[in-house]
């Protein structure tokens, strides 16, 4: 059985994940919901294209996507520019709130309660700040 374990706004973030998770072996797929029903609703209303792998990989595939998941990328963009409001460092870092629960809750329920909130983290003094 395949369980859906993130879902993107934009195909080609599902592959760059789907590419991510067969390097380390775990079978991937990209699932692109056209059927108009009650699943399209809600595939929709969170971004659009799935992300599936078989159930026993679930966990360790959102580990693997959260490791690693958008840091890199957003510091290569200088989306981690923020400055630190308790000692004003730039030394900051992105950080989410948040998203393993989403993630647990969605396994649970089949629709996300918690939202994601995107925050950064000073490595200075360690303070987190929601964005
Ligand atoms: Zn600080």
């Known amino acids: 059985m395949l369980t859906t374990i993130a879902s993107y706004s934009f195909p080609w973030e599902a592959h760059i994940a789907k590419a991510r998770l067969d390097a380390e072996g775990i079978p991937a797929f990209v699932a692109d919901e056209q059927t108009i029903n009650m699943q399209w ?27 690693d998941h958008s840091e890199e990328l957003e510091q290569e963009l200088g989306v981690a520019s ?50």
Request: glycine share 8%; aromatic share 10%.
């Open 82 to 131: 923020v400055s630190c409001e308790a000692c004003g460092s730039d030394n900051t870092e992105p950080y989410q709130i948040g998203k393993r629960w989403a993630f647990l809750v969605f396994l649970g329920l089949d629709f996300p309660l918690f939202p994601v909130k995107s925050a950064h983290r000073c490595k200075d003094c360690g303070t987190i700040q929601k964005d």
């Open 41 to 67: 609703l809600y595939s929709n209303a969170m971004g659009g294209v799935r992300l599936q792998v078989p159930e026993q990989f679930a966990l360790q595939a959102v580990d693997i996507l959260a490791e």
